[in-house]
């Protein structure tokens, strides 16, 4: 309809344009979620994949960086204070990214993307101190919805938030003693792959960032709800109702992951089994209650004392940055004699040492059915993450012990090829078994 200068055609215009701003920016209420690619750092899909290095490189660098992420966890939980913790990110201490644009015009960044972490934050112009990125820095001067926080605001009494000059909050967050983010509190319009757009989300301007995360990473989006208003997942509460989920793709697969929020994240159909979730006040991490494991069909004894032990609280964390899963000491012990008793082929070692269980490939090599008995929730693992190929013609047990820590970690290997879904307000942890590959 072509806008003549007239009151009434002037008024419709403006009302057909307004309409389709709403539509634009609330649609992911309307059109029930946002589902979105989320894809692995060693995925074909990410910038940061490297042809060069070889299947069996990319599984060491990730077992490795596992191990290193376990020790970052276990560094926050025995921290007197965890008041400026903005989740476990250390140097390429991550997995898994997603795309989205800050700002109007909005501007493609590429984030971590972490149920390990608080805050959401992206380096920005002016940067004193910053690591290198492939995509241009976000310049908040350029963007006309970008608006600082200012002192008196409930965003700055957040932990992370301090009045700086100017009567701006500032923040100070850190992820162990080799990262940190300081910068500028700021609301902006943050836009997802569709054109679905969030106004006035409260995130970090990091002005002095560091710590290499990534050459391709231009920060972070954490998805970890602490007891801070700061969280996205908090900020889009009306929006999402404390729901999302994810569903991972084997690790060879061609097909990137998908993450969903919202009424899209959903996770329901007959074969779902759902576990409570629980939340320490002081910390960022999303906890379960493990019960003990299954193996060849037979449950194993020995779980009990640590489950009791967890009380309320849980004992093992589920997140998407730590590769491996890393389970009590007790459980594990009586979980390997089992194991060892009930494959059968020919043991060999490790030769990273990093694996006590590992056997030759072929040769009549055959694993049992392992189940993980969370609280009401049975979960098979996958027998393609179980034993991996770490090297040629060798296949390792990828459970390991928590060697005396008081941390267990439920991880992303274990996690490929279940819808899992994040339901906040029903306080629950849903799994569905689901080729993630082809999800529909």
């Not at 029930?32 to 750092?41: A, E, Q, S």
């Not at 005396?404 to 906040?424: E, K, V």
Request: aromatic share 10%.
């Amino acid at each position: 309809m072509p806008c003549y200068h007239k009151s009434m055609s002037t008024f419709l215009c403006s009302l057909l344009l307004y309409s389709l701003y709403l539509t634009l920016t609330y649609s992911a209420e309307s059109s029930g979620g946002l589902t979105l690619d989320f894809f692995h750092r060693d995925s074909r899909h990410s910038p940061s994949y490297d042809p060069s290095i070889t299947r069996f490189q990319r599984l060491r660098r990730a077992f490795d960086r596992s191990l290193s992420r376990k020790s970052s966890l276990a560094a926050a939980l025995l921290s007197t204070s965890t008041k400026a913790f903005v989740g476990p990110i250390k140097p390429g201490q991550y997995e898994y990214l997603m795309k989205i644009k800050v700002g109007t015009p909005p501007v493609e960044q590429l984030a971590i993307t972490d149920t390990g972490s608080r805050l959401t934050w992206f380096q920005c112009k002016p940067c004193y101190d910053c690591y290198n990125q492939t995509l241009p820095l976000f310049d908040p001067s350029r963007s006309s919805t970008y608006r600082p926080v200012p002192c008196g605001s409930h965003q700055c009494d957040a932990p992370l938030g301090s009045c700086g000059s100017n009567n701006t909050c500032q923040y100070r967050g850190y992820s162990g003693p080799e990262t940190h983010s300081y910068g500028e509190l700021a609301t902006e319009t943050l836009t997802f792959d569709g054109g679905v757009s969030f106004p006035n989300l409260t995130f970090g301007c990091g002005h002095e960032n560091s710590g290499r995360l990534n050459d391709a990473a231009s920060g972070v989006v954490g998805l970890a709800v602490a007891g801070d208003s700061l969280s996205i997942i908090k900020q889009l509460k009306s929006s999402i109702r404390g729901k999302f989920s994810y569903c991972l793709t084997l690790r060879d697969s061609n097909a990137t992951s998908k993450i969903s929020f919202g009424s899209s994240a959903v996770v329901a159909g007959p074969k779902v089994v759902s576990t409570p979730l629980l939340r320490k006040p002081t910390e960022v991490f999303y906890y379960l209650i493990l019960e003990g494991f299954s193996v060849g069909g037979e449950r194993l004894g020995g779980g009990a004392k640590a489950a009791s032990k967890s009380g309320n609280e849980g004992n093992i964390i589920i997140e998407s940055g730590t590769t491996v899963s890393i389970i009590p000491d007790e459980m594990y012990g009586r979980m390997e004699a089992a194991v060892k008793e009930a494959v059968k082929g020919e043991r060999v070692e490790d030769p990273q040492k990093m694996f006590g269980l590992c056997y030759k490939k072929g040769g009549g090599f055959r694993s049992p059915a392992i189940t993980a008995h969370f609280k009401n929730a049975d979960v098979v693992l996958a027998q393609e993450s179980l034993f991996v190929e770490v090297e040629k013609g060798i296949v390792c047990f990828t459970l390991l012990p928590s060697q005396g820590q008081d941390l267990a970690i439920f991880g992303n290997l274990h996690q490929m090829n279940y819808r899992i879904g994040f339901d906040l307000e029903k306080k629950q942890v849903s799994f569905l078994p689901t080729d993630c590959s082809n999800p529909q």
